[in-house]
């Protein structure tokens, strides 16, 4: 058999650049070492879909994504036998701090670029989330600060309500759709399948080897490895052309029941607190899904992504404690249920999708705990990029340009190079 493309990884960027790229005609094979797609950190996603974003791009590239979930039949074009994943569009609450300027730059992006926002007061947030308590509580702290849990005076400013926003619950589901999308046209997926090797000739990528001896030829291999990407781009020795790198960073989600009385599936919505430093989102079953916005006080556990602790530790119950200081109703539970995964983190916490200085061999890496929502689009942007230099343009020097079908813009792919310099705009966290 034989592939015009191969992808390393069946995550959901890995399944929507195969998908992408079979819809412009390629034979593509996406090979995971799991056992199924989206096994990976995208099973683990909190699969948050917003609309802002610190940067313009970064903003314009998820409201396309938005697009794609709002009608995700559409965008998969074909049936699962288990089902399509569903999109809850709850809306997202961004709180007014100091350390998001308040909201300002942001709300400017968004009518730069055509998307809906709205001012709350206090008082509206209270009556969106009455089980909310506004007293400020930042700067973050670590649970075992003296301070920790005494509020620092006077109550949050206020909120902004991204109404275009929400999450889909089974970022796994998603992920299986879009494989069969791949399927129906011509594309195939290998599991259980690790790759070891990434093979060079003439000056080009050959194809790859997997830890079974296995060669499999392709004149074009894109890694899509989440956390491991920096492993897969040592293996094709791309790394020193690269002046953004990447590398795993440990997280953990804290799952935790709603408050007696309030119907959080029902009746919350996606919110983002960076006053105590969490963000959250309903989850199925009543729940509270309970992330971290990563605030400068929490050391950052940059790990080996075979070889890292898989289970809870205290920083669970920090961030349950965080919430519980705005939802001071919040029971903490004795049982630890949540998840412990990685973020494949860029330097600047912005993507890289690009192509490397081996010819035949590209990048979609470093999404820094914050890229579930644009991996259709991302995906097409691959696929854009992948064929304009196969067809010979020198995207380092003349950068291909990528229009956003929904919204009609048009990205500057050499917005994500491996090679740009650092993103000062960026938030530098999970936020992008
Ligand atoms: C806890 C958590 C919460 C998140 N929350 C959100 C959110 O709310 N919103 C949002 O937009 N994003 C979120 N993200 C980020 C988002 O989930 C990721 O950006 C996205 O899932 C990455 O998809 P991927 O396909 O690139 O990687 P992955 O899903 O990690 O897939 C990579 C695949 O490559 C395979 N692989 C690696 N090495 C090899 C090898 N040598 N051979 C074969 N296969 C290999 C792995 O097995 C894996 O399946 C979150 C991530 C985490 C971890």
Redesign the pocket.
Known sequence: MTYDAIV????????CTAHALSKRGYRTLN????PAA????????????RTHYSTLDGSALAYEGYHAWIDWPGHVGVDDERGLAVFHETGCLVMKTALNGYLEPVCRIMDEIGVPWRDLSPAEIKAMLPIYDLRRYGPVKPADDPGFGTATGGELAGAVLFPKAG?ISD?QLATHNVQRAVEAAGGAFLFN????AIRRADGRVRGIRLADGRDIDAPVVVN?????SF??NELAGVAAGMNIKTRALR?E?AHVPSPAGFDFEADGAVVSDSDIGCYSRPELGNHILI?SEDPECDAREWVDPDDYNREFTGQWQTQVYRAAQRIPSLGIPNRTRG?V????VSDDWIPIYDKSNLPGFYM??G?????????PVAGEMMAALIAACEDGRDHDAEPVRFRLAHTGREVDIGFYSRRRAINRESSFSVLG
């Open positions: 390393i990884g069946a995550g959901i960027i890995g399944a090979v995971d070492k799991l989206g096994y990976g950190s995208t099973g683990s996603s909190c699969a948050i879909i999450y970022p399948a690790e790759v070891a899509v490895a989440g956390p491991h492993k897969i997280q989600v992330g998840v995964d990685l973020y494949d979609a890496v999404s820094s705990g914050n890229q579930f929502k644009n991996a």
